[in-house]
T-cell receptor, first 113, second 115 residues
Framework: AAGVIQSPRHLIKEKRETATLKCYPIPRHDTVYWYQQGPGQDPQFLISFYEKMQSDKGSIPDRFSAQQFSDYHSELNMSSLELGDSALYFC????????????FGSGTRLTVV | AQTVTQSQPEMSVQEAETVTLSCTYDTSESNYYLFWYKQPPSRQMILVIRQEAYKQQNATENRFSVNFQKAAKSFSLKISDSQLGDTAMYFCAYNSGGSNYKLTFGKGTLLTVNP
């Protein structure tokens, strides 16, 4: 079965650079969620989209932005990177009204040096 | 705001034995969903089991079962016949509105299964 695809798997950036993370949800899933998991931490909700519109917002810094495109894939754009942005970034998708719940991608590990 | 508390940062169990991981939560909602996720060293987040608050019957998935005490706001995970592959970080999580709302996670419990 198709899963949630995230790219890249690993990313190394320098401070003050920009990074773009991509997420391709499971086909027919219309909702995408982004989570940030720092080292030794629990995942923290950043933002979600339903039908290409932002549906909820969590602790996402102003330096970050995200969007969902017409093919339902989503991108998380991170600018002016800081050392503290180093984390595992998960994308998850779901189908509204479905009882199947979330499916997480394998994550993108971002390292800021 | 909803909170999820896992009071056991680390636990260990011998292979083939049974272990219970604790989770408590705080919410003012009457209907909600609770989950246990497993995160092995590969860092993949894997759904272990889910419970809908309006269902009194405890959820079970093979060797995994929960003890859901709604009045006490407690949601513990029991793993029977522990296997080496169960070694992972286990996160308890809360969702207020079904499958389409954000998850609030606990801090996690690192479970080690010893041979």
């Amino acid at each position: 079965a198709a899963g949630v695809i995230q790219s890249p798997r690993h990313l190394i950036k320098e401070k003050r650079e920009t990074a773009t993370l991509k997420c391709y949800p499971i086909p027919r899933h219309d909702t995408v969620y982004w989570y940030q998991q720092g080292p030794g931490q629990d995942p923290q909700f950043l933002i979600s989209f339903y039908e290409k519109m932002q549906s909820d917002k969590g602790s996402i810094p102003d330096r970050f932005s995200a969007q969902q495109f017409s093919d339902y894939h989503s991108e998380l754009n991170m600018s002016s990177l800081e050392l503290g942005d180093s984390a595992l970034y998960f994308c998850a998708s779901s189908a509204r009204g479905s009882l199947d719940g979330y499916t997480f991608g394998s994550g993108t590990r971002l390292t800021v040096v | 705001a909803q909170t999820v508390t896992q009071s056991q940062p680390e636990m260990s169990v011998q292979e083939a034995e049974t272990v219970t991981l604790s989770c408590t939560y705080d919410t003012s909602e009457s209907n909600y969903y609770l989950f246990w996720y497993k995160q092995p060293p590969s860092r993949q987040m894997i759904l272990v089991i889910r419970q809908e608050a309006y269902k009194q019957q405890n959820a079970t998935e093979n060797r995994f079962s929960v003890n859901f005490q709604k009045a006490a706001k407690s949601f513990s995970l029991k793993i029977s016949d522990s296997q080496l592959g169960d070694t992972a970080m286990y996160f308890c999580a809360y969702n207020s509105g079904g499958s389409n709302y954000k998850l609030t996670f606990g801090k996690g419990t690192l479970l080690t299964v010893n041979p």
